[in-house]
């Protein structure tokens, strides 16, 4: 998915879920169903990629020296993502996903939300983090302007 799209399908659900109500309903038009990627925890789309790339739980932490039975509880949820960029990495070089990709960025962004945490580059940016009311208020349900959201694209955009 390129990364025009990802932003058109982001102001898509957000509009189309959150802002309903509004007489001004956008439509998916132009986006492929198998482009649109499924929420999920740091688990799953960790285990969903080590299926993708054919290993068994086992095989996986055999090749790659991990405890199968923290990979496992990493996996369900029962242990919070690791906080270190390099494990992460480690991670991440381990179920093939190439550094400076989405799905190497999602990775990261899903394991900081595993933490409780926003994505320390996020946080870096002043004026995004004062934008980010914004986007919380919209993942509440609560109606957003349409030039608020605008913006947050726009700044998003730019970051």
Known sequence: ??????????????????????SRVLSRENVEEEEIMVPGTFGEFFKDRRIQIGKTL???C????????????????????????DKLSEYAEALELKRDTIEWREFLDRAAAGRGELPADLLADEELVGKLPVLFRTLRGERVGEDELDGLIDRIRRA
């Open 1 to 22: 998915m390129t990364y025009e799209r990802a932003l058109a399908l982001s102001r898509v659900v957000l509009y189309n879920l959150y802002n309903s109500t509004s």
């Open 58 to 60: 086992r095989l996986f």
């Open 62 to 85: 055999e090749e790659h020296g991990f405890d199968p039975g923290n990979i496992s509880k990493l996996e369900r949820g029962r242990i919070a993502p690791p906080a270190s960029e």
